[in-house]
């Protein structure tokens, strides 16, 4: 009996003991063994202690009352093969996995203590996850972006709609997508990107030219696009989106489907299909705003841990019809429009797609190859092919009727290849070289002057990064790029402008021909662009890092800074490059603090970017055509400042109630002319309260305030002649828009149909409170009010 009693009182001794002492910690941070994405959704389960958990949505994992020792930690995936890690405990201890997805060979793998993301380690980088980009299934890229701190948009009504990220648009905004630069002429205000938002399931921002593996121009910054790893296994899986809008009447509906196979093998096909009709303001119809798109896609290949091959191609076709009231007939049209505040044309609501419209087709080609080799490193090689062709349509008459004011086509052929050494883990270095080979057609057919000419481009670039982990919580980045371009244009111009422009004194070697009252030239320009970037990350405990980032860009002008030269008729304005325009030289700096706990979390991102010789578009008076007065928009360019902040955080009132909070503020000064830059976003917060109850078929409602400050920093108007009333008006083409306040709830609930089949539904409005208001960033502000009350619902079957 007496040993009995010792024997059980020593148990309960070492189970105080051990509840007293067993105090350590395990954490860190699970990611991808390739390209360092976060896995969501990783168990980490120590075997010994039967303690379990599962990776937020950064990958990042926490195991409390550890004791000191060894043991042996188990890592599962539902789309990664099942790995086991002996890891010693000594205090607290963080300890970061890589996982490959869909392993074949366990030998391959590398426990290295990287925290790094796959696109930058020290800028300021925020994403959206699928399920954000379904919810923007039957909006477009730019839509969804808004949803990151720092980024707005320039649009052109609703359909049209460019990123803008810390007030940069353009050519400086880089779109990557699944790995290929998008070529689609970009550098048009009134020119989305030509790819459809239901092909990709993650979007990355990066903010600041410090992707220097990708280019040296995005001085704006990097939207990455990407899609899902397939698993290692036999599987059939897909999923179809059907969304239904009250503000257009319409929707759009859009299935994927994948097949995988365990030798690696896969197949995968998407596609989707938006049609729209007329969109709506509160008070009336927005005439002629319809819309249809199409987009399909196709991917196959090959992916092993040792190497793997993929072939993707994807088709992207719309038409886009343009806000009627938007097309005047010359100045006098444009001053009555922003006096009325009413649309010159209302009608009744139709599907059709009038004029002005534009038509768009896109077509992406891509072949990739990569190997790894053990204790080396990884080769990638890869070519792309792409093919944009762009019709855009003006009201004419007569033969011309049926007839484009503009139509391009740029092909691009690029080539890269590059090589990853990551054999240590406290030192990864990569290099890589690019050549791209570019053909802009401008049909003459058209019976009106182009506006951009044909020209060839060449590119050629070459980087070096590197990545070195200094200690456990110390890492330091590095980088240089350097860029070759080469344009070379053969364009008429009118011998009259040439002189106005003083062409002839500055560039005579261009002439090739003089036709009387024309000249056709050949302007060849040639650009070296260096580009670099250094920065830091420090890891401050398991919930906190900072970012700080140092980054130098160079971007060329692009051919309609240099060479737009007439009336742009779907926008009504009289666009004037100027062939004297240079490089622009981004210098930006940039620190990030991020925390993100289990109760809150906050990211707070100041920045200052100056911009030597930057470039811009903007209106300086008028010019009279055989069609009449038309409002004239020219490029110049100087010296800038942009300077903001990026405030984002979210806190967990309680197991159901969760708060999210964004705050942007961007202010950009032309400092030659000691004056607001124009189009520069206006201040803006957004605040959002979610109810989640997992138990009612995971039922979630949110409503969200975005209140949106009147833009008070802006460049002053300019006085234009009018020929109605026979003297000099100011035309308030800069006059900011008031501020507005715009509510949007969503609900939405998942029902489990069977094993493998599961069915979300949601509904959201938009505008709740059918507001009206114009957006400073909206070109057809002079025209029209803004979108109205939308109700959308969204059916999801994932099988």
Known sequence: MRTFLAIVLSFFVYQASNAQWCQESLYGQVLDFHDQTPLEGATVHILELDKAVLTDFEGRYRIEGVCQGTYEVELSHRLCRTLVFEVEISGNTQRDFQMEHHLEELEEVQVVGDLLPDVSNTAQEQRLSTITLENYSSGTLGDALREISGVSTLKTGSNIVKPAINGLTGSRVLILNDGVRMQDMEWGDEHAPNLDINSADQVSVIKGPAALRYAGDAIGGLVVIERERVAIADSLFGKTLMTLMSNGRGGNISTEVTRTFESGWYLNG????????????????????????????????????????????????????????????????????????????????????????????????????????????????????????????????????????????????TVMTDFTWDASSNLEIQAGVLGRYQNNFANPDTGVRRLIPDYDKYDFGAFLIGEYRLKENWLLEAGIRYDYNRIDALKFYRTSRWEERGYDEDFPEFVVEDLGTQLLTNPIFDYHNLSASAGMRFILDVDSEIRANYALGQRPPNPSELFSDGLHHSAARIELGDLRIGTETSHRISIAYNRSGERWGVTLEPYLNYIQDFILLEPTGAEFTIRGAFPVWSYRQTDARLAGLDLSGYFQWSAQWQSRHHFSLTKGNDLDQDQALINIPAPITRNSLAFRKQEWHQFEVSLESTYVFRQNEAPPNIFVFSPAQQELVELEINTPPPAYHLMTLRAGMAFSLSETLVLNTGIAVENLADTNYREYLNRNRYFADDLGRNIILQLKLYY
């Open 270 to 413: 998407q596609g989707s299909f938006k049609r729209l009709g007329d969109r709506e303001a509160p008070d009336y119809v927005l005439s002629n705003t319809g819309m249809q798109d199409l987009g399909l896609s196709f991917h196959a290949g090959k992916r092993l841990i040792n190497q793997g091959w993929d072939f993707d191609y994807s088709y992207y076709q719309a038409d886009i019809a343009i806000l009627r009231a938007s097309h005047i007939g010359n100045v006098d049209d444009l001053i009555e429009s922003i006096n009325s505040g009413t649309p010159s044309v209302i009608e009744p609501f139709t599907y059709e797609l009038g004029v002005p419209r534009q038509e768009v087709t896109h077509h992406l080609g891509k072949l990739n190859y990569y190997l790894r080799i053990k204790g080396v490193g990884k080769w990638t090689a890869q070519y792309d092919f792409q093919n944009n062709r762009r019709f855009e349509y003006d009201v004419r008459v007569g033969a011309d009727r049926d007839k484009p004011a503009i139509d391009l086509e740029l092909t691009t052929h």
